[in-house]
């Protein structure tokens, strides 16, 4: 009888764990069932029609050529403005061959085209530059940062001197970015905003006109409680907390858009914007980018979103100030490494991820550009992880709150979820501190 008993409890207990694995299978196929990537390109979501003034308001920004008979031609003969314009052109003109060419050669070799049309770029600032040629097949872009995306800049053309000062406010945020590949937080807290031409708009109109794509449709947008997408008047752009930019290529017919939301997405702060919350979480098969993100991702406050990334990214390109290496270094992610990591910056120290020094030492393949913190060829290191086709979509649970979750650090006895690494500890016996 006992033998009995063994056998049918071991007949259920298979079944049961059966059951539970083909639910989580099923889960996962539920979400691509019902959210096929093409419904979440912003393209199917907003109404858009070309208007011809917003391409040449960025093309004024940027320094680029205005079509003849321009309404800004009297803006673009001031002298101030010409010499801009030369600035502008001689620093893009570094900054393309040094460093966007070297990316573009990169990127044909590196990122799979199968990463989609979709990228999620949490962090993200203005940089809409780096995501476009980092990933230049995807059709609809999401960024979302702490900054305002401010006002539209439509050029006043009665005040022509007033006009030329307030647009070269542009080169405080611009000029740094063509010599580093990110911004400083602290520094974006000062500069945008502070004018006309310097908020979150102005800046991605001018980096999407610099290479030379042409501005299809801009205007402010909202997510109503549901998380749809509403479209805004332009008297609305100085107090809404979104934009939505439509562009493309001259010389093709495949039309793009960036939606940047301005917002606090930890697992509390996002908590306070449930129509910004709501749209997130409607994503599906996204690559995720990461760059110069603070760390944020390491924290507990953040391990919503870190989760929203792991469950449901096809792709993902991080540096180590993104998502923590253990959570992605197993048999769910298929790893290439780029450039040898060795330390965080100073000001990250308690970042430090001793199994990343491992699996990336002594590591042959550089990177040929700057990116992150550690900036410079052959300096910075990269991590690109493609999702195992065998490892299913998931949609996570969410805990929304900043204390709930595990942190990522090293040898800090204050945080009692968390994951340790410690000088002492044997797994890691090779490592030289």
Not at 78 to 107: F, G, M
Not at 109 to 118: A, F, P, R, S, Y
Not at 207 to 217: E, Q
Not at 364 to 393: E, M, T
Request: charged share 25%; glycine share 4%; with cysteine.
């Amino acid at each position: 009888m006992n033998k009995i008993h063994r056998l049918i409890f071991l007949f259920m207990a298979s079944s049961m764990i059966l059951f539970l694995y083909c639910r989580k299978t099923d889960s996962a196929k539920e979400i691509t069932e019902q959210n096929p990537e093409s419904e979440i390109l912003i393209l199917n979501k907003l109404q858009w029609s070309e208007n011809p003034a917003v391409d040449e308001m960025a093309r004024f920004i940027a320094a680029m050529p205005l079509p003849e008979n321009s309404r800004l031609s009297k803006l673009i003969s001031n002298p101030e403005y010409i010499k801009y314009s030369k600035n502008i052109n001689e620093s893009w003109e570094k900054y393309d061959k040094n460093h966007l060419a070297v990316i573009r050669t990169w990127q044909e070799k590196e990122i799979d085209k199968n990463c989609g049309q979709n990228l999620f770029y949490p962090f993200s600032g203005p940089d809409i530059v780096h995501a476009a040629t980092l990933f230049p097949d995807v059709r609809s872009f999401h960024l979302f940062a702490l900054e305002s995306p401010g006002e539209f800049p439509m050029p006043d053309i009665k005040n022509t001197s007033e006009e030329i000062t307030n647009l070269k406010k542009i080169l405080s945020v611009v000029g740094p970015v063509l010599q580093r590949p990110f911004w400083r937080t602290n520094d974006m807290k000062v500069q945008i905003g502070s004018g006309k031409y310097v908020g979150i708009t102005s800046v991605t109109l001018f980096f999407l006109s610099r290479m030379n794509y042409k501005v299809l449709d801009a205007f402010p947008v909202s997510a109503d409680e549901n998380g749809n997408l509403v479209k805004l008047g332009i008297e609305k752009a100085a107090t809404s907390n979104a934009v939505a930019i439509f562009y493309k290529k001259p010389s093709e017919d495949k039309v793009r858009a960036l939606l940047y939301f301005q917002g606090d997405i930890s697992d509390g702060g996002i908590l306070k914007t449930p129509g910004v919350k709501k749209y997130i979480r409607s994503l599906n098969h996204f690559s995720t980018m990461l760059k110069s993100a603070s760390y944020l991702l390491h924290l507990s406050s953040f391990d919503d979103t870190r989760n929203l990334i792991l469950g449901k990214s096809k792709c993902l390109l991080t540096d180590s100030s993104g998502v923590p290496f253990h959570y992605i270094n197993n048999t769910n992610w298929n790893l290439k490494f780029y450039g040898e990591y060795k330390a965080p910056v100073s000001l990250f120290s308690i970042r430090f991820q001793p199994d990343l020094v491992l699996a990336t030492k002594n590591n042959p393949v550089k990177l040929p550009f700057g990116y992150g913190y550690i900036f410079g060829a052959d300096k910075s290191h990269l991590i690109l992880a493609q999702r195992n086709p065998a490892y299913p979509y998931f949609e996570p649970d969410y805990d929304e709150s900043d204390t709930i979750g595990e942190n990522t650090i090293w040898e800090s006895p204050r945080v009692i979820r968390t994951r340790t690494y410690s000088k002492k500890d044997s797994v890691f016996p090779d490592l030289k501190y």
